[in-house]
Each structure stands twice: as C-alpha cells, then as structure tokens.
C-alpha cells in the first residue's frame, strides 16, 4: 500500500520560514515526480511545485517562485519544501502527491490534481502575526 505521509506544517509569522517534507513508502519511486499542492478554506486545491526523479526538472507556480524550493532525496524516497518569506496568503493544507506518468512537460498535465496517482493527507500551514 502506497503511503504518503508530510509533516513540517505548523504557525509562522508572515516573513518566517517552514520546510515540509513528505515520506512515501509501499513502492519504488523511481521515476516517479513528487508534486506539492495546496487547498485554503473555501479555495479549489492549487498546484505548488514539482520535481522529476533526478531533480533535474523542476516547476513552480508563479505564486510561490523566488520563495519556495522543491528538493528530494531519493535514498529516503522524501521530497522537501522549503518555503521562505511566507505570506498570511499561503495559508492553506499542504498536500504531497505522486505521478508514475509521463506528460509533464505539459502545464494542464503537471497542474491538474487529477494526473496524480497518490496523495498525503496534508499538514496545515498558517501564516498569521
């Protein structure tokens, strides 16, 4: 059984900085790109960020470019986020998710919840003062 679980999430002031990470295990992940998404209250869950399986390839939403980077260590099968000069607008629960596909040169591929396979059960960041 494939299990993603993250953690990492907590309360921050606006300007501060939280590095998630999300565990997976139940399967190899080679090959497979590691994405973070979140959902704030009332909102559709959003893409954040993915990485291929060599780190090589990375995409990052407009909203988080500059702040946010995506990193992971295969030998852990663990992807990090590392999110710095948090905004109260990034509240939200951040989810992990895997995709064994292809087609991620693609923007509505890479965006859509719906190309990923697996996903966490979330961990709740909050930037608040």
């Known amino acids: 059984q494939v299990q993603l679980v993250e953690s990492g999430g907590g309360l921050v002031q606006p300007g501060g900085s939280l590095r998630l990470s999300c565990a997976g295990s139940?399967?190899?992940?080679?090959?497979?790109?590691m994405a973070w998404f979140r959902q704030a209250p009332g909102k559709e869950r959003e893409f954040v960020s993915v990485?291929?399986?060599?780190?090589?390839?990375?995409w990052y939403a407009n909203s988080v470019k500059g702040r946010f980077t995506i990193s992971r260590d295969n030998a852990k099968d663990t992807v990090y986020l590392q999110m710095n000069d948090l905004k109260p607008e990034d509240t939200a629960i951040y989810y992990c998710?895997?995709?064994?596909?292809?087609?991620?040169?693609?923007?509505?591929?890479?965006?859509?919840?719906?190309?990923?396979?697996?996903w966490g059960q979330g961990t709740q960041v909050t930037v608040s003062s």
């Open positions: 998710a895997a995709r064994s596909g292809g087609g991620m040169g693609s923007l509505r591929v890479r965006t859509s919840t719906s190309s990923y396979e697996y």
């Open positions: 139940g399967r190899s992940f080679s090959g497979v790109f």
């Open positions: 990485i291929s399986w060599s780190g090589g390839t990375i």
